[in-house]
């Protein structure tokens, strides 16, 4: 279910651009500190945006980096990490594990094993540093896999326990913002689960493996109203919150790059 949460970049100015790579770098930086190199094999654009939306909410002290790494040697690029750059990095590695595990649970894969138990180290102090997280990830999944498990043809409730998780991940205080942090996570959930079914539809059914859009005999095709109204409850709840630094760029994460996997996927079923 990676893969969702991305800019839209030839939407972005040049400077929309800079800024977007230099949180991107600075989370591909926080991974190696966390977790060493094999960590950051697990980078994806996702939790990008959850820390754009935390900087911008709580506007902590942030260190701004010119650095040179294995991937681009010859030139120094710009990184900017906070103390939600901290946060993402070890989001993003525990749901790499688990998305390992869940792989090689579901489909015997031997590559996915192997990566899950070289990260299983560092998941262990993940677990440490971010306690609650890490339980709502763990509770949310084994619920996800019990309806999987089962066959159980409920997309609602499947899509519920996916939102439940992303709007726990959200929430890093309890203060006036939480409500509408967890709304916000629990709508991009929700919609996340359900275009990555409607993504995947032709393939599971080719595998039959568990999709709740097949065990409905849902039209893939017809998903966007739904995905839509999902996104509308979401988007009441980030609009309320008081962003002001890069409100652009995350206006261009939540309305337009969201959509790119999901129609890229969609064309080619068509096709």
């Not at 629990?186 to 097949?214: E, R, S």
């Not at 008081?242 to 996997?261: E, K, T």
Request: net charge positive.
């Amino acid at each position: 279910m990676f893969g969702y949460i991305q800019a839209n970049i030839k939407d972005l100015t040049e400077e929309e651009r800079l800024r977007y790579r230099a949180v991107y770098c600075g989370l591909c930086r926080m991974l190696q500190e966390r977790g060493g190199r094999l960590a950051r094999m697990s980078l994806t654009y996702d939790l990008t945006f959850l820390i754009l939306l935390l900087s911008s909410l709580y506007e902590p002290p942030e260190t701004h980096t010119d650095l040179r790494c294995l991937v681009h040697p010859l030139k120094k690029h710009a990184a900017d990490t906070n103390c939600f750059t901290e946060y993402a990095a070890d989001i993003n590695i525990a749901l790499v594990y688990h998305k390992c595990m869940d792989d090689w649970k579901d489909e015997h894969r031997a590559d996915r094993r192997l990566y899950a138990k070289a990260l299983e180290k560092t998941c262990k102090k993940i677990r440490l540093r971010q306690p609650r997280a890490i339980q709502a990830i763990e509770t949310e999944l084994a619920v996800l896999s019990a309806i999987e498990k089962e066959n159980i043809p409920d997309a609602d409730a499947a899509a519920a326990a996916f939102g439940r998780l992303m709007a726990a991940l959200f929430i890093v205080r309890k203060d006036r913002w939480a409500p509408d942090l967890y709304q916000l996570g629990f709508g991009l959930g929700q919609f996340i689960y359900l275009a990555d079914a409607a993504a995947d539809y032709t393939k599971d059914q080719k595998k039959g493996v568990y999709n709740p859009l097949n065990a409905l005999s849902a039209d893939p095709a017809a998903m966007k109203p739904l995905l839509m109204q999902l996104l509308g409850s979401a988007s009441e709840a980030f609009e309320r919150l008081p962003l002001v630094s890069d409100v652009h760029l995350l206006r261009n994460i939540f309305y337009s790059g969201i959509w790119l996997r999901y129609n890229r996927e969609r064309e080619k079923n068509d096709r």
